[in-house]
């Protein structure tokens, strides 16, 4: 049995371009230099051809024009069986709302990631008797889509920005923030589009995957800053960047991960321009910068 994995958005929240960015990014995709790249979300398949969607970004629509094999098979027919949300950030779950049309699918979500869209009465828009929200404990195995098993585990990240109130701890550890570990046909898939630091357990548990997506958001902590753009580290974000000492290319280089995909890139990194001297160095240490509708099977 194969499992397929198609990164839907490669982009973080905001995209590529953002539309009120005028960085050189942002202007280069506008222009149809580089890519234009829509938000955070990855598909995943398995035998019977139906399909989980981790995290429903907000450009979700077009995402699933652009997939084929995700498109209506007849009338209402649709191979989707799931869909998994890993926080809950706007770039995360505001694709919910475009899916509210009488669509049956399972909402996979920890508890506090529940509540979460369970305070929110906008989401009632997608109608709870056709799309039960299931919670699934930190650990606890389910199936993701028929065969192929999953669990969803706590990574070092914080509470949404929308949900931000007095003092922010970065890199609580707790449903707030997860990762998605898959596991098909002896093959170990990891998704991982929002993390604050590879803590010593996160590295044991990821070691020797055949396939990892990680968090991509920035180059470097200080890159908002110093491209004039806001006063916000990664670290503040509850993002670990790319290079430095305790990036995540420098953090995952001996950890056996047969293939290295970066998603959840921000528009300001610049490892989306081909020709950027950063791109060449991940892609030197084994990366593959992610694209909209790039397929990886492990
Ligand atoms: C993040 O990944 O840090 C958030 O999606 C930011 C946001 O909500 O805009
Ligand atoms: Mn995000
Ligand atoms: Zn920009």
């Known amino acids: ?74 009338l209402r027919e649709l191979p989707l069986s799931a869909v998994v949300v890993t926080n809950g950030d706007i770039d995360h779950v505001a694709g919910l ?49 028929p065969g192929i098993a999953a669990r969803l585990f ?8 929308y949900m931000e109130a007095g003092e922010v701890v970065t890199d609580l550890m707790g449903e707030q923030t997860v990762g998605v570990e898959i596991e098909a046909a002896g093959k170990r898939i990891y998704y991982i589009p929002g993390c604050a630091r590879l803590s010593d357990d996160l590295a044991a548990r990821i070691r020797g995957a055949n396939l990892l997506f990680f968090d991509g958001t920035l180059w470097r902590d200080d890159e908002m800053i110093r491209e004039g753009l806001g006063h916000k580290t990664g ?3 509850g993002h670990m960047s790319m290079s430095g000492p305790d990036g995540s290319i ?19 990194n610049p490892v989306h321009r081909p020709d950027a001297p950063e791109r060449a160095l991940a892609e030197a240490a084994g990366w593959t910068i992610g694209q909209d509708g790039m397929e990886i099977t492990p």
């Not at 905001?14 to 938000?39: D, E, F, K, M, Y």
């Not at 420098?250 to 300001?268: D, E, P, S």
Request: proline share 7%; aromatic share 4%.
């Open 235 to 237: 670290a503040r974000m």
């Open 97 to 145: 709302l475009t899916l509210r049309e009488s669509q049956p699918f399972t909402l996979f979500a920890t508890p506090g990631i529940h509540a979460v869209l369970d305070a929110n009465p906008i989401f009632d828009a997608v109608n709870r008797d056709l799309v039960p929200r299931r919670a699934i404990a930190l650990e606890e195995a389910f199936d993701l889509v």
């Open 154 to 161: 706590a990574v070092p990240g914080k509470v949404p920005l």
């Open 1 to 74: 049995m194969t499992v397929r994995a198609r990164i839907l958005g490669a982009a973080a929240g905001g995209g590529l371009p953002q539309w009120n960015c005028g960085c050189n990014n942002c202007n280069l995709a506008r222009s149809g230099v580089i890519p234009r790249l829509t938000q955070s979300s990855l598909a995943i398949s398995g035998a019977d051809g139906s399909w989980a969607i981790l995290n429903a970004s907000p450009d979700i629509r077009e995402q699933l024009t652009q997939a084929r094999s995700l498109h209506p098979s007849g």
């Open 250 to 268: 420098a953090a995952m280089a001996g950890l056996g991960i047969a293939q290295k995909v970066f998603v959840h890139m921000n528009n300001t």
